[in-house]
Nanobody, 123 residues
């Protein structure tokens, strides 16, 4: 089982990026999925989560209204659309599977972590 995150890059403040997380080896349509990020020198933090059906989402307050998490279960892929990016959004972004259902915000409750994709937001 592998999660492959992609779509990171260098963007100016105010710009947009769309991250993708493709799962292989098994399907996770019954599991919530989440995005986390880790900035240099900081702990990994929760960003967004989505239910298995895609009907329920939740976000950390700092990205609410700017980021949108979505999923395509037919493609076994989760996305994170990031708009109005800020320099404090610079981090490695990781996707992972909610091991207990959905709605979790703690990294210890997630598994099958992908390798991460670097997002750099310049001011």
């Amino acid at each position: 089982v592998q999660l492959q995150a992609s779509g990171g890059g260098l963007v100016q403040a105010g710009g947009s990026l769309r991250l993708s997380c493709a799962a292989s080896g098994r399907t996770f349509s019954r599991n919530g999925m989440g995005w986390f990020r880790q900035a240099p020198g900081k702990e990994r933090e929760f960003v967004a989560t989505i239910s298995g059906s895609g009907t329920t989402t939740a976000y950390v307050d700092s990205v609410e209204g700017r980021f949108t998490i979505s999923r395509d279960n037919a493609k076994n892929t989760v996305y994170l659309q990031m708009n109005s990016l800020k320099p404090e959004g610079t981090a490695v972004y990781y996707c992972a599977v909610d091991l207990y259902g959905m709605g979790r915000t703690k990294s210890a409750e997630y598994g099958y972590w992908g390798q991460g994709t670097l997002v750099t937001v310049s001011s």
